[in-house]
Protein backbone atom coordinates (compact mmCIF):
# COMPACT_ATOMS: atom_id res chain seq x y z
CA UNK A 1 0.00 0.00 0.00
CA UNK A 2 1.64 3.48 -1.01
CA UNK A 3 1.84 6.11 1.85
CA UNK A 4 -1.27 8.07 0.68
CA UNK A 5 -3.09 4.92 0.65
CA UNK A 6 -2.06 4.34 4.12
CA UNK A 7 -2.94 8.31 5.04
CA UNK A 8 -6.10 8.10 3.69
CA UNK A 9 -7.01 5.20 5.35
CA UNK A 10 -5.49 6.53 8.98
CA UNK A 11 -7.96 7.11 11.48
CA UNK A 12 -7.82 10.81 13.04
CA UNK A 13 -5.23 11.19 15.93
CA UNK A 14 -6.40 11.67 19.25
CA UNK A 15 -3.60 14.39 20.43
CA UNK A 16 -6.50 16.56 22.65
CA UNK A 17 -6.24 16.23 25.89
CA UNK A 18 -9.50 17.39 28.54
CA UNK A 19 -8.30 21.00 28.48
CA UNK A 20 -8.48 21.67 25.01
CA UNK A 21 -11.71 19.57 24.34
CA UNK A 22 -13.48 21.56 27.53
CA UNK A 23 -11.56 25.13 25.61
CA UNK A 24 -12.84 24.31 22.97
CA UNK A 25 -16.34 23.68 23.54
CA UNK A 26 -16.53 27.30 25.44
CA UNK A 27 -14.21 28.94 22.82
CA UNK A 28 -17.07 27.75 20.33
CA UNK A 29 -20.13 29.05 22.09
CA UNK A 30 -18.51 32.39 23.54
CA UNK A 31 -18.22 34.48 20.26
CA UNK A 32 -20.76 36.69 18.39
CA UNK A 33 -24.23 35.32 19.84
CA UNK A 34 -22.28 37.06 23.54
CA UNK A 35 -20.46 39.72 22.34
CA UNK A 36 -21.87 41.07 19.40
CA UNK A 37 -25.67 40.00 19.34
CA UNK A 38 -26.18 39.98 22.82
CA UNK A 39 -27.73 43.84 23.05
CA UNK A 40 -30.23 42.91 20.56
CA UNK A 41 -32.02 40.63 22.47
CA UNK A 42 -32.24 42.94 25.25
CA UNK A 43 -33.62 45.55 22.95
CA UNK A 44 -36.23 43.48 21.64
CA UNK A 45 -37.37 41.71 24.18
CA UNK A 46 -36.22 43.78 27.20
CA UNK A 47 -34.30 42.44 30.21
CA UNK A 48 -36.69 40.20 31.65
CA UNK A 49 -37.07 38.30 28.56
CA UNK A 50 -33.48 38.37 27.89
CA UNK A 51 -32.58 37.02 30.82
CA UNK A 52 -35.30 34.59 30.48
CA UNK A 53 -34.33 33.45 27.33
CA UNK A 54 -30.97 32.97 28.22
CA UNK A 55 -32.11 30.63 31.16
CA UNK A 56 -35.06 28.59 29.62
CA UNK A 57 -32.25 27.83 26.30
CA UNK A 58 -29.50 27.18 28.77
CA UNK A 59 -31.70 24.69 30.54
CA UNK A 60 -32.33 22.91 27.27
CA UNK A 61 -28.34 22.88 26.42
CA UNK A 62 -27.73 21.45 29.24
CA UNK A 63 -30.19 18.45 28.58
CA UNK A 64 -28.39 18.21 25.13
CA UNK A 65 -25.11 18.10 26.86
CA UNK A 66 -25.65 15.33 28.87
CA UNK A 67 -27.62 13.47 25.99
CA UNK A 68 -24.52 14.23 23.90
CA UNK A 69 -21.92 13.14 26.67
CA UNK A 70 -23.90 9.71 26.99
CA UNK A 71 -23.45 9.42 23.47
CA UNK A 72 -20.21 10.51 23.00
CA UNK A 73 -18.03 8.97 25.79
CA UNK A 74 -20.58 5.34 24.84
CA UNK A 75 -18.68 5.83 20.77
CA UNK A 76 -16.21 8.48 20.63
CA UNK A 77 -16.44 9.03 16.52
CA UNK A 78 -15.81 12.49 14.83
CA UNK A 79 -18.89 12.77 13.12
CA UNK A 80 -20.91 12.26 16.27
CA UNK A 81 -24.32 13.63 15.07
CA UNK A 82 -24.39 11.97 11.56
CA UNK A 83 -23.32 8.34 13.05
CA UNK A 84 -25.16 8.53 15.94
CA UNK A 85 -28.34 9.36 13.61
CA UNK A 86 -27.36 6.94 11.30
CA UNK A 87 -27.63 4.02 13.63
CA UNK A 88 -30.23 5.23 15.93
CA UNK A 89 -32.79 6.51 13.58
CA UNK A 90 -32.35 6.42 10.15
CA UNK A 91 -29.61 6.32 7.57
CA UNK A 92 -30.90 9.21 5.96
CA UNK A 93 -31.48 11.07 9.05
CA UNK A 94 -27.97 10.58 9.95
CA UNK A 95 -26.68 11.99 6.07
CA UNK A 96 -29.26 14.78 6.32
CA UNK A 97 -27.66 15.53 9.79
CA UNK A 98 -24.09 15.26 8.68
CA UNK A 99 -24.38 17.79 5.96
CA UNK A 100 -26.52 20.27 7.63
CA UNK A 101 -24.13 20.59 10.98
CA UNK A 102 -21.39 20.67 8.13
CA UNK A 103 -23.39 23.39 5.73
CA UNK A 104 -24.37 25.28 9.58
CA UNK A 105 -20.45 25.52 10.52
CA UNK A 106 -19.36 26.49 7.22
CA UNK A 107 -22.08 29.33 7.15
CA UNK A 108 -21.00 30.37 10.81
CA UNK A 109 -17.43 30.55 10.06
CA UNK A 110 -18.54 33.55 7.12
CA UNK A 111 -20.81 34.62 9.92
CA UNK A 112 -17.85 35.57 11.85
CA UNK A 113 -15.90 36.77 9.30
CA UNK A 114 -18.80 39.69 8.64
CA UNK A 115 -18.72 40.12 12.07
CA UNK A 116 -15.29 40.57 12.08
CA UNK A 117 -15.16 43.09 9.22
CA UNK A 118 -17.79 45.35 10.76
CA UNK A 119 -15.77 45.10 14.68
CA UNK A 120 -12.63 46.34 12.35
CA UNK A 121 -14.73 49.18 10.86
CA UNK A 122 -14.51 51.05 13.93
CA UNK A 123 -10.78 51.07 13.23
CA UNK A 124 -10.33 51.54 9.75
CA UNK A 125 -13.49 52.74 8.57
CA UNK A 126 -12.16 53.75 4.79
CA UNK A 127 -10.77 49.93 4.63
CA UNK A 128 -12.62 47.57 2.60
CA UNK A 129 -14.43 44.73 5.01
CA UNK A 130 -13.26 42.29 2.24
CA UNK A 131 -9.78 42.89 3.03
CA UNK A 132 -10.37 41.79 6.35
CA UNK A 133 -11.94 38.56 5.49
CA UNK A 134 -9.82 37.63 3.72
CA UNK A 135 -6.72 38.25 5.95
CA UNK A 136 -8.70 36.65 8.88
CA UNK A 137 -9.83 33.65 6.72
CA UNK A 138 -6.50 33.11 5.62
CA UNK A 139 -5.54 33.00 9.53
CA UNK A 140 -7.74 30.62 10.53
CA UNK A 141 -7.26 28.44 7.78
CA UNK A 142 -3.51 28.03 8.55
CA UNK A 143 -4.58 27.51 11.91
CA UNK A 144 -6.32 24.21 11.14
CA UNK A 145 -4.21 23.56 8.17
CA UNK A 146 -0.97 21.84 10.45
CA UNK A 147 -2.29 18.88 12.97
CA UNK A 148 -4.95 19.15 15.33
CA UNK A 149 -2.91 19.64 18.58
CA UNK A 150 -1.70 22.94 17.24
CA UNK A 151 -5.77 23.86 16.84
CA UNK A 152 -6.20 22.91 20.08
CA UNK A 153 -3.39 24.52 21.91
CA UNK A 154 -4.52 27.71 19.77
CA UNK A 155 -8.17 27.31 20.84
CA UNK A 156 -7.76 27.08 24.13
CA UNK A 157 -5.62 30.38 24.47
CA UNK A 158 -8.22 32.00 22.64
CA UNK A 159 -10.94 30.48 24.74
CA UNK A 160 -8.51 31.77 28.01
CA UNK A 161 -8.72 35.06 26.68
CA UNK A 162 -12.17 34.86 26.48
CA UNK A 163 -12.83 33.65 29.63
CA UNK A 164 -10.82 36.29 31.42
CA UNK A 165 -12.26 39.25 29.59
CA UNK A 166 -15.62 37.68 30.30
CA UNK A 167 -14.91 37.35 34.00
CA UNK A 168 -13.13 40.96 34.03
CA UNK A 169 -16.33 42.72 32.21
CA UNK A 170 -18.43 41.36 35.04
CA UNK A 171 -16.18 42.41 37.92
CA UNK A 172 -16.22 45.76 36.62
CA UNK A 173 -19.91 45.70 35.89
CA UNK A 174 -20.30 44.88 39.34
CA UNK A 175 -18.17 47.30 40.52
CA UNK A 176 -20.05 49.86 38.76
CA UNK A 177 -23.16 49.12 40.17
CA UNK A 178 -22.51 49.06 43.31
CA UNK A 179 -20.49 52.70 43.08
CA UNK A 180 -17.37 50.90 43.72
CA UNK A 181 -15.54 51.89 40.02
CA UNK A 182 -17.22 55.43 39.79
CA UNK A 183 -19.70 57.70 41.56
CA UNK A 184 -22.12 57.69 38.45
CA UNK A 185 -23.69 54.70 39.92
CA UNK A 186 -25.84 53.01 36.94
CA UNK A 187 -29.91 52.94 37.15
CA UNK A 188 -30.00 49.64 38.13
CA UNK A 189 -32.97 47.50 38.62
CA UNK A 190 -34.47 51.35 37.41
CA UNK A 191 -33.89 49.73 33.88
CA UNK A 192 -36.36 47.40 34.69
CA UNK A 193 -39.88 49.10 34.72
CA UNK A 194 -38.98 51.48 32.56
CA UNK A 195 -41.66 52.00 29.72
CA UNK A 196 -42.70 47.67 28.85
CA UNK A 197 -39.84 46.45 30.51
CA UNK A 198 -38.94 44.05 31.94
CA UNK A 199 -40.96 41.83 29.36
CA UNK A 200 -41.30 43.60 26.28
CA UNK A 201 -43.81 42.59 23.41
CA UNK A 202 -44.88 39.38 25.08
CA UNK A 203 -44.32 35.50 24.28
CA UNK A 204 -43.80 36.97 20.89
CA UNK A 205 -40.97 38.87 21.36
CA UNK A 206 -39.59 35.86 23.84
CA UNK A 207 -39.71 33.27 20.74
CA UNK A 208 -38.51 36.47 18.33
CA UNK A 209 -34.83 36.63 20.43
CA UNK A 210 -34.87 32.31 21.34
CA UNK A 211 -33.18 32.44 17.53
CA UNK A 212 -30.66 34.45 18.52
CA UNK A 213 -30.10 33.10 21.91
CA UNK A 214 -29.96 29.36 20.44
CA UNK A 215 -27.29 31.01 18.22
CA UNK A 216 -25.61 32.19 21.25
CA UNK A 217 -25.09 28.74 22.57
CA UNK A 218 -24.10 26.93 19.62
CA UNK A 219 -20.83 25.18 20.13
CA UNK A 220 -20.89 23.21 23.06
CA UNK A 221 -21.71 20.30 21.01
CA UNK A 222 -18.14 20.62 19.36
CA UNK A 223 -17.43 18.21 22.65
CA UNK A 224 -19.18 15.23 20.12
CA UNK A 225 -16.71 16.97 16.82
CA UNK A 226 -13.90 16.78 18.88
CA UNK A 227 -14.87 13.27 20.25
CA UNK A 228 -12.97 11.02 17.35
CA UNK A 229 -9.40 13.18 17.89
CA UNK A 230 -9.75 13.04 22.39
CA UNK A 231 -7.32 11.37 24.58
CA UNK A 232 -9.16 8.97 26.56
CA UNK A 233 -12.14 9.83 25.55
CA UNK A 234 -14.17 8.05 27.89
CA UNK A 235 -12.77 9.51 30.84
CA UNK A 236 -12.34 12.87 29.10
CA UNK A 237 -15.84 14.05 27.82
CA UNK A 238 -18.01 13.24 30.98
CA UNK A 239 -14.95 15.59 32.67
CA UNK A 240 -15.81 18.41 30.04
CA UNK A 241 -19.25 17.92 29.99
CA UNK A 242 -19.75 18.03 33.54
CA UNK A 243 -17.74 21.46 33.14
CA UNK A 244 -18.54 22.79 30.33
CA UNK A 245 -22.72 23.91 30.88
CA UNK A 246 -22.33 25.56 34.17
CA UNK A 247 -19.08 28.06 33.36
CA UNK A 248 -20.94 29.19 30.13
CA UNK A 249 -24.43 29.51 31.42
CA UNK A 250 -22.81 31.18 34.76
CA UNK A 251 -21.15 33.72 32.01
CA UNK A 252 -24.02 34.65 30.11
CA UNK A 253 -26.53 35.38 33.08
CA UNK A 254 -24.15 37.20 34.45
CA UNK A 255 -23.17 39.41 31.32
CA UNK A 256 -26.68 40.08 30.27
CA UNK A 257 -27.69 41.31 33.59
CA UNK A 258 -25.46 43.24 33.80
CA UNK A 259 -25.83 44.89 30.66
CA UNK A 260 -29.52 45.30 31.81
CA UNK A 261 -28.69 47.02 35.05
CA UNK A 262 -25.98 49.55 33.44
CA UNK A 263 -28.36 49.85 30.35
CA UNK A 264 -31.57 50.63 29.70
CA UNK A 265 -32.91 48.61 26.59
CA UNK A 266 -34.27 51.87 25.19
CA UNK A 267 -30.78 53.03 24.64
CA UNK A 268 -30.45 53.90 20.58
CA UNK A 269 -27.12 52.57 20.77
CA UNK A 270 -28.32 48.86 21.38
CA UNK A 271 -28.95 46.74 18.57
CA UNK A 272 -32.11 46.56 17.62
CA UNK A 273 -33.38 45.21 14.38
CA UNK A 274 -30.90 45.78 12.46
CA UNK A 275 -26.52 45.52 12.80
CA UNK A 276 -25.60 48.93 11.65
CA UNK A 277 -23.83 49.28 15.14
CA UNK A 278 -22.36 45.90 15.50
CA UNK A 279 -18.74 47.01 16.57
CA UNK A 280 -20.14 48.90 19.35
CA UNK A 281 -20.98 46.19 21.27
CA UNK A 282 -22.93 46.25 24.46
CA UNK A 283 -19.57 45.15 26.29
CA UNK A 284 -17.96 48.44 25.01
CA UNK A 285 -20.93 50.48 25.84
CA UNK A 286 -20.56 49.21 29.26
CA UNK A 287 -16.90 50.23 29.26
CA UNK A 288 -17.88 53.51 27.85
CA UNK A 289 -20.50 54.02 30.95
CA UNK A 290 -17.23 53.36 33.40
CA UNK A 291 -15.10 56.06 31.76
CA UNK A 292 -12.51 53.55 30.42
CA UNK A 293 -12.54 55.06 26.93
CA UNK A 294 -8.98 52.87 26.50
CA UNK A 295 -10.56 49.59 27.81
CA UNK A 296 -13.33 50.12 25.40
CA UNK A 297 -10.92 50.15 22.43
CA UNK A 298 -9.36 46.80 24.11
CA UNK A 299 -12.64 44.95 24.16
CA UNK A 300 -13.31 45.73 20.79
CA UNK A 301 -10.07 44.32 20.20
CA UNK A 302 -11.11 40.60 22.80
CA UNK A 303 -14.63 41.10 20.74
CA UNK A 304 -12.38 40.70 17.20
CA UNK A 305 -10.27 37.82 18.88
CA UNK A 306 -13.39 36.31 20.08
CA UNK A 307 -14.83 36.38 16.73
CA UNK A 308 -12.01 34.57 15.08
CA UNK A 309 -11.98 32.11 17.77
CA UNK A 310 -15.64 30.93 17.46
CA UNK A 311 -14.77 30.94 12.82
CA UNK A 312 -11.62 28.63 14.01
CA UNK A 313 -13.73 26.03 16.15
CA UNK A 314 -16.16 26.20 13.26
CA UNK A 315 -13.73 25.93 10.50
CA UNK A 316 -12.47 22.57 12.59
CA UNK A 317 -16.26 21.18 13.11
CA UNK A 318 -17.07 21.50 9.04
CA UNK A 319 -13.93 19.94 8.26
CA UNK A 320 -14.49 17.19 10.14
CA UNK A 321 -18.22 16.46 9.52
CA UNK A 322 -17.10 16.65 5.52
CA UNK A 323 -14.28 14.09 6.46
CA UNK A 324 -16.52 11.58 8.21
CA UNK A 325 -19.25 12.07 5.54
CA UNK A 326 -16.88 10.75 2.96
CA UNK A 327 -15.85 8.18 5.04
CA UNK A 328 -19.62 6.89 5.20
CA UNK A 329 -19.52 7.05 1.76
CA UNK A 330 -21.78 10.30 1.51
CA UNK A 331 -18.96 12.84 0.15
CA UNK A 332 -16.76 12.39 -2.42
CA UNK A 333 -13.61 10.25 -1.18
CA UNK A 334 -11.18 12.68 -1.69
CA UNK A 335 -12.62 14.60 1.35
CA UNK A 336 -11.43 11.53 3.78
CA UNK A 337 -7.75 11.78 2.76
CA UNK A 338 -5.26 12.90 5.51
CA UNK A 339 -2.31 14.70 5.56
CA UNK A 340 0.97 13.38 7.53
CA UNK A 341 0.02 14.89 10.35
CA UNK A 342 -3.59 13.68 10.43
CA UNK A 343 -5.63 17.01 9.02
CA UNK A 344 -8.38 16.30 6.42
CA UNK A 345 -6.58 18.98 4.48
CA UNK A 346 -9.00 18.42 1.17
CA UNK A 347 -12.22 18.70 3.31
CA UNK A 348 -10.21 22.21 5.09
CA UNK A 349 -10.34 23.25 1.61
CA UNK A 350 -13.72 22.72 0.45
CA UNK A 351 -14.64 24.07 3.87
CA UNK A 352 -12.90 27.53 3.53
CA UNK A 353 -14.37 28.07 0.05
CA UNK A 354 -18.25 28.32 1.47
CA UNK A 355 -16.78 30.20 4.28
CA UNK A 356 -15.63 32.59 1.81
CA UNK A 357 -19.24 33.75 1.53
CA UNK A 358 -18.58 36.16 3.71
CA UNK A 359 -17.33 38.12 0.30
CA UNK A 360 -20.93 38.49 -0.50
CA UNK A 361 -20.53 41.40 1.36
CA UNK A 362 -18.32 43.49 -1.78
CA UNK A 363 -21.70 43.28 -3.75
CA UNK A 364 -24.63 43.59 -0.98
CA UNK A 365 -25.01 45.64 1.94
CA UNK A 366 -22.45 43.96 5.12
CA UNK A 367 -25.77 44.11 7.17
CA UNK A 368 -28.15 42.40 5.24
CA UNK A 369 -25.80 39.84 4.61
CA UNK A 370 -24.56 39.28 8.01
CA UNK A 371 -28.22 38.68 9.28
CA UNK A 372 -29.05 36.70 6.30
CA UNK A 373 -26.09 34.42 7.59
CA UNK A 374 -26.97 34.07 11.09
CA UNK A 375 -31.05 33.30 10.27
CA UNK A 376 -29.42 30.60 7.77
CA UNK A 377 -26.83 29.29 10.36
CA UNK A 378 -29.19 29.28 14.00
CA UNK A 379 -31.49 27.11 12.57
CA UNK A 380 -28.95 24.65 11.17
CA UNK A 381 -28.33 24.87 14.68
CA UNK A 382 -31.39 23.80 16.37
CA UNK A 383 -31.47 20.96 13.69
CA UNK A 384 -28.30 19.47 14.56
CA UNK A 385 -29.59 19.92 18.72
CA UNK A 386 -32.87 17.96 17.29
CA UNK A 387 -31.02 15.06 16.18
CA UNK A 388 -28.94 15.00 18.96
CA UNK A 389 -32.14 14.62 21.27
CA UNK A 390 -33.88 12.40 18.86
CA UNK A 391 -30.59 10.18 18.14
CA UNK A 392 -29.75 10.07 22.60
CA UNK A 393 -34.17 9.05 23.09
CA UNK A 394 -33.89 5.84 20.33
CA UNK A 395 -30.70 4.99 21.41
CA UNK A 396 -30.91 4.53 25.25
CA UNK A 397 -34.54 2.57 24.52
CA UNK A 398 -32.47 0.64 22.01
CA UNK A 399 -29.70 -0.15 24.55
CA UNK A 400 -32.52 -1.05 27.38
CA UNK A 401 -34.83 -2.91 25.15
CA UNK A 402 -31.95 -4.80 24.31
CA UNK A 403 -30.77 -6.03 27.64
CA UNK A 404 -27.93 -3.28 28.25
CA UNK A 405 -26.49 -2.73 31.35
CA UNK A 406 -26.83 0.93 31.79
CA UNK A 407 -24.45 1.02 35.00
CA UNK A 408 -21.65 0.12 32.13
CA UNK A 409 -22.20 3.41 30.00
CA UNK A 410 -19.49 5.20 30.80
CA UNK A 411 -21.54 8.60 31.39
CA UNK A 412 -25.30 8.01 31.94
CA UNK A 413 -27.58 11.32 31.32
CA UNK A 414 -29.71 11.34 34.76
CA UNK A 415 -32.66 13.28 33.53
CA UNK A 416 -33.23 10.85 30.38
CA UNK A 417 -36.16 10.68 29.42
CA UNK A 418 -37.53 14.09 30.26
CA UNK A 419 -33.45 16.06 28.89
CA UNK A 420 -34.23 14.63 25.25
CA UNK A 421 -37.93 15.26 25.07
CA UNK A 422 -37.78 18.51 26.30
CA UNK A 423 -34.92 19.85 24.13
CA UNK A 424 -36.83 17.95 21.27
CA UNK A 425 -40.11 20.05 22.26
CA UNK A 426 -38.56 23.23 22.44
CA UNK A 427 -35.85 22.85 19.55
CA UNK A 428 -39.58 22.33 17.51
CA UNK A 429 -41.60 25.28 18.76
CA UNK A 430 -38.70 27.83 18.70
CA UNK A 431 -37.95 26.53 15.00
CA UNK A 432 -41.15 26.96 14.01
CA UNK A 433 -41.80 29.87 16.10
CA UNK A 434 -39.53 32.11 14.85
CA UNK A 435 -41.13 33.98 12.33
CA UNK A 436 -44.49 33.17 12.66
CA UNK A 437 -45.58 36.64 12.63
CA UNK A 438 -44.97 37.52 9.08
CA UNK A 439 -47.57 34.71 8.70
CA UNK A 440 -50.38 37.22 10.30
CA UNK A 441 -49.36 40.49 7.91
CA UNK A 442 -51.77 41.05 5.03
CA UNK A 443 -49.10 40.93 2.78
CA UNK A 444 -45.95 38.28 3.70
CA UNK A 445 -42.43 39.37 3.16
CA UNK A 446 -41.26 36.24 1.33
CA UNK A 447 -37.57 37.38 1.73
CA UNK A 448 -37.55 37.52 5.37
CA UNK A 449 -39.37 33.85 5.83
CA UNK A 450 -37.48 32.35 3.13
CA UNK A 451 -34.22 33.46 5.15
CA UNK A 452 -35.78 32.21 8.51
CA UNK A 453 -36.76 29.30 7.59
CA UNK A 454 -34.97 27.71 4.50
CA UNK A 455 -32.68 25.28 6.62
CA UNK A 456 -36.13 22.93 7.56
CA UNK A 457 -37.21 22.33 3.81
CA UNK A 458 -33.75 22.11 2.96
CA UNK A 459 -33.14 19.28 5.58
CA UNK A 460 -36.29 17.48 4.81
CA UNK A 461 -35.30 17.31 0.93
CA UNK A 462 -31.92 15.85 1.44
CA UNK A 463 -33.50 13.34 4.43
CA UNK A 464 -36.46 12.20 2.46
CA UNK A 465 -34.10 12.30 -1.21
CA UNK A 466 -31.63 9.87 0.31
CA UNK A 467 -34.52 7.80 1.54
CA UNK A 468 -35.92 7.14 -2.18
CA UNK A 469 -32.39 7.01 -3.51
CA UNK A 470 -31.24 4.26 -1.46
CA UNK A 471 -34.48 2.57 0.24
CA UNK A 472 -33.25 3.15 3.79
CA UNK A 473 -36.00 2.74 6.39
CA UNK A 474 -36.38 3.54 9.86
CA UNK A 475 -33.95 1.28 12.32
CA UNK A 476 -35.72 -0.88 14.47
CA UNK A 477 -34.45 -0.89 18.39
CA UNK A 478 -34.08 -5.27 17.76
CA UNK A 479 -31.59 -4.02 14.70
CA UNK A 480 -29.25 -1.74 16.99
CA UNK A 481 -25.73 -1.97 16.52
CA UNK A 482 -23.50 -1.05 19.66
CA UNK A 483 -19.92 -1.75 20.08
CA UNK A 484 -18.76 -5.61 20.86
CA UNK A 485 -18.15 -4.45 24.70
CA UNK A 486 -21.51 -3.27 24.72
CA UNK A 487 -23.59 -4.75 23.09
CA UNK A 488 -25.64 -7.42 25.20
CA UNK A 489 -25.96 -10.56 22.28
CA UNK A 490 -21.70 -10.21 22.07
CA UNK A 491 -21.71 -11.54 25.59
CA UNK A 492 -24.34 -14.23 25.28
Not at 457 to 482: D, N
Amino acid sequence: MSDEHARENAGLRRDLKARHITMIAIGGSIGTGLFVASGATIAQAGPGSALLAYSIIGLMVYFLMTSLGELAAFEPVAGSFSTYGRRYVDEGFGFALGWNYCYNWAITVAVDLVAAQLVMGWWFPDVPGTVWSALFLGFIFALNFFSVKGFGETEYWFALLKVLTVVFFIGTGCAMIFGILTDDIPAGFSNWVIDDAPFVGGLPALIGVAMVVGFSFQGTELIGIAAGETENPQKNIPKAVRQVFWRILLFYIFSILVISLIIPYTDPRLLKNDVTDVAVSPFTLVFEHAGLLSAAALMNAVILTSVLSAGNSGLYAATRMLYVLAHQGSAPKCFRKLSASGVPRNALYATTAVAALCFLTSLFDNQSVYLWLLNASGMSGFIAWLGIAVSHYRFRRGYVLRGGDLSKLPYRSSFFPLGPIFAFVLCTVIMLGQNYAAFLENTIDWGSVTATYIGIPLFLAIWFGYKMKTGCRFVRYAEMKFPEKYDPKAHG
